[in-house]
């Protein structure tokens, strides 16, 4: 057929080719600029500073352990793993046979579904397209597989039991399907949609996060760019009234005409930074405790570099704790004051309250304890890092770098919740292609800091191993000091899902303080979403029960009562019970710096 017989295309086949040819050139193009973020990437990783072997996962006893309990199980009890075995095969095969049916009917859909809901899975290809629906559908029989099979090695001791099934856990929830691309069908149909940009933009965002941590893979959680310390969080008004090498010290301005007597002072953690409390005015609880009429003191830590390696808890208690009371009854003039400690910043708020009991103090009037564990007998999740593997290698790795770098801190405690905090970020932002969130909480949570290291070495041996404040023999500038010290009225609040300080183990810490004057708060939620819950929001309830603060945590919240609502204004009743008259309000004076302060944004070694 001569060029003259062929029938001209039409105008929508030309411009169907055309469209053709300018997406096979961008794909071409994207898969090029891939190619040079591949060789940026290379080069970023070959920066990464070499770790202890220790910090990268738990030892090879772990994995030993589990596998000699599964072999005394199929020894002392082989018909309970031939039930595993038989139940795994016969779901297996069910959904396979199932699978097999529905295609031999030449019917292109899934077959019948009855898995639980998984909101990793919520895209409709998952329930619909045979090939992602077996794949999610095996992926679940496997993960129900693996986890029964741990949960049910009785002859493993308790603490190996939940070393075992924690690190089992991440190891199936790392297999999931969504986590890789060629079995995630949000980033395969996001790829082509893009002609592969969405590709190339993730691995620009890899690349940059492995840059910006110097070889370490850390998902940036939150936008950078859209929040800034100072200007739209931590905006409460207030000044740096005293300052010294482990502390700023802030008084926030006075919101009322009159205040209550005795003045506040808050120890946040030094784990993370303090303006968690003060993220923007609609959550802010620094605020709300200033619009309550309190005298308001927050201590800001430094965010120590190496040359603190050797400063030490007894350093914070004396250079912090003991040092930042004094400086608000010197400024207010009071004898007294109430202190509240959040987190760590509570365990060492017990440690200094139990010396000034032994030292004939009483100038703190009553504590309140966030989140706080001092016994760890039973320390819950973060447990399984307190073995020796890990602390072990924390400690060579800190006697090297002279701190406990915040990146370990951040991946350790991320791994506690890793669908939420490494997962699906990582698959947003690497995947799909997907910018940071300007999120507010997310972006406090990826502003760290590090921990100094004899400190470190301190809090994890001597408190979290030794459990030496619960046993009465952690020793503060040299004396034992114990639980049952604690003398003074003091209130606990606890979080109902906290991963970090699980409220059992709070509770059993209040339990066990000498106080004739307890009360213990349950709220709903975890760590942070627990406590930074202001009653605007009304979005979580807490518990409360009139009886002793004794006995079993259990039994304690089987006869609690719940309250709908913030726990924050029941708080600030009973602080205001024991805060004293209305006085007149008192102004910042001597001020070094408007707050949120300098230390709050300082980089190490400024």
Sequence with gaps: MTTEDRTPASPTEAADAE????????????LARMEELSKRLTAALAHRKQADPALAGPAPDVYMKAATAYLAEMMQNPARVVEHQVNYWGKTLKHYVEAQQTLAKGEFKAPPDPGPKDRRFSNPLWDTHPFFNFLKQQYLLNAEAVTTATADMETLPDNDRRRVEYFTRQIVDMMAPTNFLATNPDALEKAVATDGMSLVQGLEN?????EGNHGELVVTLADREAFKVGENLATTPGEVVYRNRMLELIQYTPTTDKVHKIPLLIFPPWINKFYIMDLKPQNSLIKWIVDQGFTLFVVSWVNPDSSYAGTSLDDYIRDGFLRAMAEVRRITGEPKINAVGYCIGG?????????????????????????????????????VFLNNDFVDGIERQTETDGILSKLFMARTFSFLRSNDLIYTPAIRSYMLGEAPPAFDLLYWNGDGTNLPARMAVDYLRGLCQDDGFALGHFKVFGKPVSLHDIKLPLCAIACETDHIAHW?????????????????ILSESGHIAGIINPPSKDKYGHYTNDAPVSGAPEDWLKAATFHKGSWWPRW??????????LVKARQPADSLSPA??????ATPGD
Excluded: C
């Design 347 to 383: 365990t060492t708020l017990g440690l200094t309250l139990a010396h000034l009991q032994n030292a004939g103090d009483a100038s703190v009037n009553a504590a309140t304890f966030f989140t706080t564990l001092a016994d760890f007998s039973d320390p819950g999740e973060v447990g």
């Design 19 to 30: 469209m053709s040819e300018a997406r096979a050139l961008r794909l071409q193009e994207n």
């Design 504 to 520: 059992r183990g709070s509770f059993n810490s209040i339990r066990q303080m000498g106080s004739d004057d307890k009360t213990f």
């Design 596 to 601: 949120p302060g300098t230390y709050v944004t």
């Design 206 to 210: 890899l690349v940059r996060d492995v």
């Design 572 to 581: 600030k009743d009973w602080l205001a019970a024991r805060s004293g008259p």
